[in-house]
């Protein structure tokens, strides 16, 4: 199985400023076709999760633009370019490539 | 406009079997795989597998395989998670999503379903 490691498991956020969440894989996400099936999910409070970004770096239908994914291969990570309070939740990371499928153990936000 | 609606909440006993659903609208059901994922109390996400309600094929994570079984009735646009026999420690939120591209995006989730198994 491919091994999804997510750090920090929680980050306090002050609004207005960045946040940065790193995921690792046991095993690259790279696929011969050329993309990298690495996806990034928010669970909010009392919610579903909700994906958020799609092969590293594009962005699902709706998802404001202070989110951005990046990274390649093993190393990936998501960046909130200013936090806001409807922000706060777990964040998983997910790989998509090979069953079976495995999540990250989650990042909590919150606001300080 | 998508959606994934899951069925109410359950209590059953350890030994009990249930089966609890997943009914897709606003795009063609048979086009789309479902994935179901595991939520343990406090816990993170875990995936049981991955269903085509095209043909019924099947992939289940091992963790999950024979302990679990997915279905669908295409005529109402509803998959399926069903136990035979439960413990307790089945005890949790179960979400259905629906599965985009070959590579399992999933992209439109169900509202949970809570699984609580208890003497």
């Known amino acids: 199985d491919i091994v999804m490691t997510q750090t920090p498991l929680s980050l306090s956020v002050t609004p207005g400023q960045p946040a940065s969440i790193s995921c690792k894989s046991s095993?690259?996400?790279?696929?011969?076709?050329?993309?990298?099936?690495l996806y990034w999910y928010l669970q909010k409070p009392g919610q579903s999760p909700q994906l958020l970004i799609y092969e590293v770096s594009s962005r699902f239908s709706g998802v404001p633009d202070r989110f951005s994914g990046s990274g390649s291969g093993t190393d990936f990570t998501l960046k909130i370019s200013r936090v806001e309070a409807e922000d706060v939740g777990v964040y998983y990371c997910?790989?998509?490539?090979?069953?079976?499928?495995?999540f990250g153990g989650g990042t909590k936000v919150d606001i300080k | 406009e998508v959606q994934v609606m899951q069925s109410g909440a359950e209590v059953r006993k350890p030994g009990e079997s249930l089966k609890i659903s997943c009914k897709g609208s606003?795009?063609?059901?048979?086009?789309?795989?479902i994935a179901w994922v595991r939520q343990m109390p406090g816990k993170g996400l875990e995936c049981l597998g991955v269903f085509n309600p095209a043909d019924s094929y099947a992939i289940y994570s091992p963790s999950f395989q024979g302990q679990v079984t997915f279905s669908v009735d295409k005529s109402v646009t509803t998959a399926y998670l069903e136990w035979s026999s439960l413990k307790a420690s089945d005890t949790a939120m179960y979400y259905c999503t629906r599965v985009t591209g070959a590579y399992n995006r999933f992209d439109y989730w169900g509202q949970g379903t809570l699984v609580t198994v208890s003497s």
């Open positions: 095993q690259s996400l790279l696929h011969s076709d050329g993309k990298t099936y």
């Open positions: 606003g795009f063609t059901f048979a086009s789309y795989w």
């Open positions: 997910m790989q998509g490539i090979q069953h079976p499928i495995t």
